[in-house]
T-cell receptor, first 113, second 113 residues
Framework: NAGVTQTPKFQVLKTGQSMTLQCAQD?????MSWYRQDPGMGLRLIHY???????DQGEVPNGYNVSRSTTEDFPLRLLSAAPSQTSVYFC????????????FGSGTRLTVV | DQQVKQNSPSLSVQEGRISILNCDYT??????FLWYKKYPAEGPTFLIS?????DKNEDGRFTVFLNKSAKHLSLHIVPSQPGDSAVYFC????????????FGKGTSLLVTP
């Protein structure tokens, strides 16, 4: 099925560990972004990309790294996990025409202990 | 600083009646507005969008109204159905920030039979 695929769905990390959250889309969307959702906070933008090779920071970028080497993939790297990064992470992609909105993945639930 | 605000955390409506969800924004650079619906343990699903050059957009039971001078938008659902029970997020984007979305904190809608 076409859409945005996020892996893994669940992950537990120890403080200080690093990991990569994977995101892939097969809709040839130019725009991709990462959000985190915390209770009572809505979704907050971490990083976004307007095309392969182009990324920029969002509202809460500290502690995260991204790269976009292909149109399809937009991985999110946690450099040194902290308990404050316990959250649900969503990846999203979109055409440049905003009337169609972003398509979201089903999320990765991350716990840092 | 929250640029998109949804001041009502929850709303309860009877089946068949109108649901009105409100949203305010502060950033004058926002030029596209979207509503998303989210069920627990799923990613947000795009509902409807509106460009800043319009003041109304309809799609079936969903209508979004935009009042640019007041920096206010609202989502009307008519008639409301029990399946509409979910968290609704208002989001806004600006063309100068890669179309990335700024979300409100969400309003939890409960439609009772």
């Amino acid at each position: 099925n076409a859409g945005v695929t996020q892996t893994p769905k669940f992950q537990v990390l120890k403080t200080g560990q690093s990991m990569t959250l994977q995101c892939a889309q097969d809709m040839n969307h130019e725009y991709m972004s990462w959000y985190r959702q915390d209770p009572g906070m809505g979704l907050r933008l971490i990083h976004y990309s307007v095309g392969a090779g182009i990324t920029d920071q969002g509202e809460v970028p500290n502690g995260y790294n991204v790269s976009r080497s292909t149109t399809e993939d937009f991985p999110l790297r946690l450099l040194s996990a902290a308990p404050s990064q316990t959250s649900v992470y969503f990846c999203a992609s979109s055409y440049s025409n905003r009337r169609y909105g972003y398509t979201f993945g089903s999320g990765t639930r991350l716990t840092v202990v | 600083d929250q640029q998109v605000k949804q001041n009502s955390p929850s709303l309860s409506v009877q089946e068949g009646r109108i649901s009105i969800l409100n949203c305010d924004y502060t950033n004058s650079m926002f030029d596209y507005f979207l509503w998303y619906k989210k069920y627990p343990a799923e990613g947000p699903t795009f509902l409807i969008s509106i460009s800043s050059i319009k003041d109304k957009n309809e799609d079936g039971r969903f209508t979004v109204f935009l009042n640019k001078s007041a920096k206010h938008l609202s989502l009307h659902i008519v008639p409301s159905q029990p399946g509409d029970s979910a968290v609704y997020f208002c989001a806004a984007s600006a063309s100068n920030s890669g179309y990335a979305l700024n979300f409100g904190k969400g309003t939890s809608l409960l439609v009772t039979p």
